[in-house]
């Protein structure tokens, strides 16, 4: 099937749900997402999003803050422009419906690693689950918008599928719109579009040990740089320090850091408190110098895990503050009212992405991207918490601002080809993707992990090399699936992540290696 539009978006978190709600006023508006309209990272946020909403709080605090965190390679501009913008957003986001938690007619705030003040807005512990309930409810009331589940975008459409020659050196690289397989037909059909938004999450997948869902495979990533655009900062793979230890789950179900703001206390497995040998902000330093005091502790014990002491903060406040934690913990046997509870830190947020200027357009025109596959420059070497939703939605914004003035000047591409799938097999050994899959988060995890070595690095990335040979040569003559396509991009995001980490000569933020020290 062929389908035309004035705005597409892949990607039904915040991000995309936010890029819709605002264009749709101006022109035909669909939205494609490859499972269920609210699985991704943005249901299962806890913690919350930041923003200076009183003046007790200043621009100028956040905004240091998140330079700290970033280890000085943010980008300035970027920074400030985002952080004065987040009170208007979250006005909007409450204007849509969304209910953030209030005390006294104000809201309620918490405080999480890296910040200096309590100015995390959030709902209980389940923050992202309410942000995309009250968005998708928005999004259904709207007549100009379409929302399709079950559709996987593979590919963006270029100048490649006119048959002309691209290369990273083309100038004016232009998208067109994607292909997209649907679940329901599995066939591939032609979106075309005016603009098209990328809105396609994090790569969490890449690691054994993730936070993410398992929606989160890097596609959007992984499409730009097959179309040859730029993708920027992938080495700054954010682990965060606390997910429950529960080896038998996947993903594995997040910690908040709004425990440790509210006073919870890292162990090691004696039960002693240790971050006073790595920071003088303990528990509630950023989340690189956790993780990786976290990762050390482990391995001079030999442990499979460390402790978050949350005791103290009281039994009531932890089963009103936190019921989904206290709820989730109990169902594993532990009650966190009396007990520590184990954990580890796991793959959480990936910083790098497809690189957008401010208004949130790609290095390939008409292409924008918003949320976790872009990079704007406003995490540097090591993202803020809960600056990830507050980027989501100022970015969702600002491309919303220029896709509405971009859609009078453009025109739909109408010499696109349908996809060509002549001469392919059904590729009937599903081991060899899931083998691969479990091969590559290996790889991903003993090599390019918290702490790395240019040995190590060097070793992922022959091995990589070797992976993403076998799985093209069988993309190449397979029946597409959503499997073998999520793989082909894990495969690409870690190629990325590699080689943008052997580039880097210098211990930033995230990036950590025992040669550069
Ligand atoms: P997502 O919400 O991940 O949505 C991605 C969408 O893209 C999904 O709808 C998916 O189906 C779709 N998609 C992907 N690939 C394709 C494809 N090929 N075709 C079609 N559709 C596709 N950040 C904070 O700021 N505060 C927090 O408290 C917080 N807590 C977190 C807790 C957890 C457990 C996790 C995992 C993350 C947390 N984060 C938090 C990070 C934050 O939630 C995410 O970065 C953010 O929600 C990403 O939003 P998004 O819209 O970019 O992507
Ligand atoms: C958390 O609640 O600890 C996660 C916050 C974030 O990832 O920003």
């Not at 453009?410 to 479990?438: H, S, Y």
């Amino acid at each position: 099937m062929r389908y035309t539009v004035d705005f597409l978006v892949v990607g039904s978190g915040i991000a995309g749900l936010s890029f819709a709600l605002k264009v749709a006023p101006y022109g035909k508006v669909c939205i494609l997402t490859k499972s269920g309209a609210s699985e991704g990272s943005t249901k299962y946020a806890q913690g919350g999003i930041a923003a200076v909403m009183y003046d007790s709080d200043s621009f100028d605090k956040h905004i240091q803050d998140t330079l700290v965190a970033g280890d000085g390679i943010c980008d300035r501009e970027v920074v400030e422009m985002t952080i004065r913008e987040a009170p208007d957003r979250i006005r909007e986001l409450v204007r849509y419906g969304v209910n953030f938690d209030k005390e006294g007619g104000r809201f309620d705030l918490h405080r999480e690693g890296g910040h200096s003040e309590f100015r995390i807005l959030h709902h209980k512990d389940n923050t992202g689950e309410e942000i995309e309930r009250g968005l998708l409810q928005a999004i259904r009331e709207h007549p100009n918008i379409e929302l399709k589940e079950n559709q996987f975008a593979i590919d963006i459409i270029t100048q490649h599928h006119l048959g002309q020659r691209v290369t990273k050196h083309t100038p004016d690289i232009e998208c067109y719109g994607v292909y997209a397989l649907n679940g329901d037909t599995h066939m591939v059909d032609t979106y075309l579009a005016k603009v098209t938004l990328l809105a396609t999450g994090g790569v969490g997948n890449v690691y054994t040990t993730t936070t993410n869902p398992v929606i989160a495979t890097g596609d959007g990533v992984a499409m730009v740089h097959r179309a040859r655009g730029v993708v920027k900062d992938m080495e700054f793979a954010q682990f965060h320090p606390t997910s429950l230890y529960n080896p038998t789950e996947r993903p594995a179900f997040l910690i908040t850091e709004a425990l440790r703001g509210a006073g919870a206390v890292l162990k090691d497995c004696k039960g002693n408190e240790f971050m006073q040998k790595y920071d003088e902000r303990l528990s509630l330093a950023p989340r690189d110098i956790v993780a990786r005091a976290i990762d050390k502790e482990m391995k001079i014990a030999g442990a499979e895990h460390l402790y978050l002491d949350a005791r103290g903060i009281g039994k009531q406040a932890l089963i009103n503050g936190f019921p989904t934690i206290y709820a989730k913990c109990l169902e594993i046997g532990i009650n966190i009212t009396k007990d520590m509870i184990p954990i580890r830190p796991a793959a959480h947020y990936q910083c790098g992405g497809i690189a957008v200027d401010k208004k949130g357009e790609s290095s390939i025109h008409n292409l924008f991207a918003a949320g976790e596959c872009s990079c704007t420059g406003l995490h540097g070497g090591n993202r803020l918490a809960s600056n990830s939703l507050l980027e989501a939605v100022v970015y969702a914004h600002n491309s919303a601002v220029e896709a509405v003035e971009r859609i009078k000047s453009v025109d739909i591409c109408t010499q696109v080809p349908d996809w060509n799938a002549e001469g392919m097999v059904f590729n009937e050994e599903m081991v060899l993707i899931t083998q691969t899959r479990k091969e590559l988060q290996e790889i991903m995890s003993n090599y390019v992990g918290i702490v790395r070595s240019d040995l190590r690095l060097r070793r992922a990335f022959d091995r990589l090399n070797l992976i993403f040979r076998e799985t093209d040569d069988l993309y190449n003559r397979s029946v597409i699936t959503e499997e073998l396509s999520e793989l082909r991009n894990l495969i690409a995001c870690a190629y990325l992540i590699t080689k943008q980490a052997m580039a880097r000569r210098e211990n930033k933020g995230l990036h950590y290696s025992i040669d550069l020290i």
